[in-house]
């Protein structure tokens, strides 16, 4: 039965018999927090055009395929059982239980969030954080890995690594937030999660073809794609930050100003160090860069000033732009620098918070109040926020190193294709479909005339006379003149 009424200023009134008590529920804040789901459901796909405008062509549409099958897994995972294992107020200091399985009670009652909105309002904005972290480390599976497998590993990470650390770090009930860790938006369960998982992914996969070589020298394939994507991750940030103040308020207005910022000067720090050696004004370290102040700002956005954002702008555009020759100097073939930006961003924001997190900031809301951080001379608070982002980072790594190994012996669920498909590209081979017209491949045939035929698909030496026989106004080859291939000319260069 639902217990609402309204009074004279048309505010929702839910009743609850058991406690004998009323809450009263905000209309403004109600259209706030649903504003800002809608913000943070177009990261997602945003997130997809800027995965995808960095690849090579052959590959360009199967990440913008995934980041909307990330959102339809996680939806469903979600209503079964993900909402529960994250947000229900009777369980451990680890993982919440199945009370709210299926959505069981999640509808009128005032949300474990804020009293000021109703639960059915606190899930579906709590669902948007839930559909982007996956997709963030599945940019790690770019270039080599099956659409199927990765699939099922979007519910099993979701279910084993998000949950439990979302649950921690934001319920009441979580070991991190009776600790005292200060993560207003998602450094560690989104970031430092998916970060981290992203290097465990490009571990456990392995180099691309040809890595190391000329072949993968290569330059984002649409530059266009990468600024679209980071247009719509910026606008929708202000959703993801502004929104996890759950009102309509002066707090919720701060951190929508700090994200801005932040996003400006990382930006710019990205940019004039990538001029410092090239001497090129260059689009992608812009979005890079901004990109990075986005990450770290986003667990200090309810907590910091305006004063102390620039530092998160400055660090996160510096740190993480140092961060992407990681993978050149550990072996590991991270093509998207996911866990740069994202794992060296995110604990850079939540060491920062830890000194920067301010009372005032935090009462902004009228009702919040904190400790703060070193500029309030809690100086204990540092080790609050180095306990929940080691705690983060290590359970993810583990946890995802697991998952995969599981999956690599089950012969259906293995996620690395065979070389002749990776040649190919994943938007034909898995697909059967392309972001564009011409998909040259030519320049990855010199590489597969010298590797010998493989046990899961036809001859690689075959590729140029049967792979696209039935297809030959969609692919166009360049013939090689006495068997030798021409150098690859600037046209056919992005492949």
Same mark, same amino acid.
């Given at each position: 039965?639902?217990?609402?009424?309204?009074?004279?200023?048309?505010?929702?009134?839910?009743?609850?018999?058991?406690?004998?008590?009323?809450?009263?529920?905000?209309?403004?804040?109600?259209?706030?927090?649903?504003?800002?789901?809608?913000?943070?459901?177009?990261?997602?796909?945003?997130?997809?055009?800027?995965?995808?405008?960095?690849?090579?062509?052959?590959?360009?549409?199967?990440?913008?395929?995934?980041?909307?099958?990330?959102?339809?897994?996680?939806?469903?995972?979600?209503?079964?059982?993900?909402?529960?294992?994250?947000?229900?107020?009777?369980?451990?200091?680890?993982?919440?239980?199945?009370?709210?399985?299926?959505?069981?009670?999640?509808?009128?009652?005032?949300?474990?969030?804020?009293?000021?909105?109703?639960?059915?309002?606190?899930?579906?904005?709590?669902?948007?954080?839930?559909?982007?972290?996956?997709?963030?480390?599945?940019?790690?599976?770019?270039?080599?890995?099956?659409?199927?497998?990765?699939?099922?590993?979007?519910?099993?990470?979701?279910?084993?690594?998000?949950?439990?650390?979302?649950?921690?770090?934001?319920?009441?009930?979580?070991?991190?937030?009776?600790?005292?860790?200060?993560?207003?938006?998602?450094?560690?369960?989104?970031?430092?999660?998916?970060?981290?998982?992203?290097?465990?992914?490009?571990?456990?996969?392995?180099?691309?073809?040809?890595?190391?070589?000329?072949?993968?020298?290569?330059?984002?394939? +649409?530059?266009?794609?990468? &600024?679209? *994507?980071?247009?719509? =991750?910026?606008?929708? #940030?202000?959703?993801?930050?502004?929104? !996890? @103040?759950?009102?309509?308020?002066?707090?919720?207005?701060?951190?929508?100003?700090?994200? +801005?910022?932040?996003?400006? &000067?990382? *930006?710019?720090?990205? =940019?004039?160090?990538? #001029?410092?050696?090239?001497?090129?004004? !260059? @689009?992608?370290?812009?979005?890079?860069?901004?990109?990075?102040?986005?990450?770290?700002?986003?667990?200090?956005?309810?907590?910091? *000033?305006?004063?102390?954002?620039?530092?998160?702008?400055?660090?996160?555009?510096?740190?993480?732009?140092?961060?992407?020759?990681?993978?050149?100097?550990?072996?590991?073939?991270?093509?998207?620098?996911?866990?740069?930006?994202?794992?060296?961003?995110?604990?850079?924001?939540?060491?920062?918070?830890?000194?920067?997190?301010?009372?005032?900031?935090?009462?902004?809301?009228?009702?919040?109040?904190?400790?703060?951080?070193?500029?309030?001379?809690?100086?204990?608070?540092?080790?609050?926020?180095?306990?929940?982002?080691?705690?983060?980072?290590?359970?993810?790594?583990?946890?995802?190193?697991?998952?995969?190994?599981?999956?690599?012996?089950?012969?259906?669920?293995?996620?690395?294709?065979?070389?002749?498909?990776?040649?190919?590209?994943?938007?034909?081979?898995?697909?059967?479909?392309?972001?564009?017209?011409?998909?040259?491949?030519?320049?990855?045939?010199?590489?597969?005339?010298?590797?010998?035929?493989?046990?899961?698909?036809?001859?690689?030496?075959?590729?140029?006379?049967?792979?696209?026989?039935?297809?030959?106004?969609?692919?166009?080859?360049?013939?090689?003149?006495?068997?030798?291939?021409?150098?690859?000319?600037?046209?056919?260069?992005?492949?």
């Amino acid at each position: 039965m639902v217990n609402l009424t309204q009074d004279a200023s048309a505010n929702i009134i839910y009743y609850d018999a058991e406690t004998d008590k009323s809450y009263v529920y905000n209309l403004g804040d109600i259209s706030f927090v649903l504003v800002a789901t809608v913000l943070v459901w177009v990261m997602t796909p945003g997130l997809g055009f800027f995965y995808s405008g960095l690849l090579r062509r052959k590959n360009a549409l199967s990440m913008i395929y995934l980041s909307m099958g990330t959102l339809a897994i996680v939806s469903f995972q979600w209503f079964f059982w993900g909402f529960s294992l994250t947000f229900s107020d009777t369980a451990n200091p680890f993982i919440g239980d199945l009370r709210h399985f299926g959505m069981i009670g999640v509808l009128d009652q005032p949300s474990i969030g804020s009293a000021r909105i109703p639960s059915i309002v606190f899930c579906i904005y709590q669902l948007m954080f839930a559909a982007i972290t996956p997709m963030l480390a599945a940019g790690a599976f770019a270039e080599r890995a099956r659409l199927g497998p990765v699939m099922v590993w979007i519910f099993l990470w979701s279910t084993l690594v998000y949950d439990p650390i979302a649950y921690w770090t934001w319920n009441p009930k979580g070991w991190g937030a009776t600790l005292g860790n200060l993560d207003f938006a998602g450094g560690t369960p989104v970031h430092i999660s998916s970060g981290t998982a992203a290097l465990a992914i490009s571990i456990y996969l392995g180099k691309r073809s040809g890595y190391g070589t000329e072949r993968l020298a290569y330059k984002p394939q +649409n530059t266009s794609f990468v &600024v679209l *994507g980071t247009i719509l =991750l910026w606008f929708g #940030w202000f959703g993801f930050n502004g929104g !996890s @103040a759950l009102a309509a308020n002066i707090r919720a207005a701060y951190a929508c100003f700090v994200t +801005n910022l932040a996003a400006s &000067v990382g *930006g710019i720090t990205w =940019l004039l160090w990538d #001029w410092r050696l090239e001497r090129k004004w !260059s @689009a992608v370290g812009f979005c890079s860069g901004a990109i990075a102040g986005l990450v770290a700002i986003t667990p200090a956005s309810g907590y910091v *000033g305006a004063p102390a954002s620039l530092a998160f702008g400055v660090a996160a555009g510096t740190f993480c732009n140092f961060a992407t020759q990681l993978k050149y100097i550990f072996g590991y073939d991270d093509c998207l620098d996911i866990f740069a930006a994202h794992a060296v961003g995110g604990l850079v924001g939540n060491i920062l918070t830890g000194f920067f997190a301010q009372q005032g900031i935090a009462a902004l809301d009228g009702s919040s109040t904190i400790a703060g951080g070193w500029v309030n001379h809690h100086y204990k608070q540092m080790g609050f926020q180095l306990a929940n982002s080691t705690a983060g980072l290590t359970y993810s790594f583990v946890m995802t190193t697991i998952i995969l190994w599981v999956m690599h012996y089950i012969p259906f669920l293995r996620l690395r294709v065979s070389t002749r498909d990776e040649m190919l590209g994943i938007d034909d081979a898995e697909m059967g479909e392309f972001a564009y017209d011409y998909v040259g491949i030519e320049s990855d045939l010199p590489i597969a005339k010298m590797v010998p035929p493989i046990a899961d698909g036809p001859d690689l030496n075959s590729l140029h006379s049967d792979a696209y026989s039935q297809r030959p106004s969609t692919v166009k080859w360049d013939e090689p003149a006495n068997g030798i291939y021409p150098p690859r000319s600037p046209q056919t260069r992005n492949v």
